[in-house]
């Protein structure tokens, strides 16, 4: 298991760029039993850990020497410098089982593509799951060889899951599909039919929005 040290840090708020001037990024972790704290790792370590297990595998944090299992969640990163500036760490019970996303990885060709100029239409990129923290998988693979003619797809019930592994959605949910290719005068009224789009709230970013006030209540203290 990927392992990353961090310590406790009493610095919070606009003050924590000092941290970042010397190589640590801010923090927080937080999770089911244990008080929520403010901390600090290295960037470099931390840039490495995440290479390494990505958002869906168990890291063990050593917080100023005592470890957690956790789960590295909401990555905050430089608008411009594309660098992460805050991460949030997920302490997990390893005998609950949890709903991760898992990030999916396209392999494979599609015979649609290939021979009849179908366009290929990813509508996941990743899926939620659900099973005990140490049956998280990694990433999920998706084979666009069931993409074999136009109009096919791949729906969540045809992903093979590990044992212990269970998908949230549903299973006539679709992952990926193959498309008729368009005329040039299909296109041209796609485009001048693009018009105003709705603004829709989901679901995921309400939560991200209950995460992000608590985060800040913590940077407070």
């Known amino acids: 298991m990927t392992e990353l040290n961090a310590q406790s840090r009493t610095i919070l708020g606009t003050k924590v760029k000092t941290l970042r001037t010397k190589g640590l990024l801010p923090a927080v972790l937080y999770g089911e039993g244990i008080e929520s704290k403010a901390i600090a790792t290295s960037f470099v370590d931390f840039e490495r850990a995440f290479r390494a297990a990505g958002e869906s595998t168990l890291v063990t944090l050593n917080v100023d020497g005592k470890p957690y299992n956790v789960l590295i969640h909401d990555v905050a990163y430089h608008p411009i410098k594309g660098q992460p500036i805050h991460a ?31 366009i290929l239409v990813k509508v996941m990129h990743e ?62 009224a796609l485009d001048q039919g693009a018009g105003e789009v709705a603004e829709v709230k989901t679901e995921a970013e309400e939560k991200r929005a209950v995460k992000e006030a608590e985060k800040e209540k913590i940077e407070e203290k």
């Open 127 to 188: 899926m939620e799951v659900e099973a005990l923290p140490k049956d998280l998988p990694h990433e999920l693979h998706v084979d666009l060889a069931l993409l074999a003619a136009l109009d096919s797809k791949v729906f969540v019930k045809d992903i093979k899951l590990p044992n212990g592994v269970e998908a949230t959605a549903d299973g006539d949910e679709i992952i990926a599909l193959i498309e008729t290719p368009r005329s040039a005068e299909e296109i041209e």
């Open 88 to 118: 949030d760490f997920y302490a997990v019970r390893m005998d609950k089982a949890i709903i991760a996303t898992v990030p999916l990885q396209f392999v494979g060709e599609s015979g649609a593509v290939k021979t009849e100029g179908g």
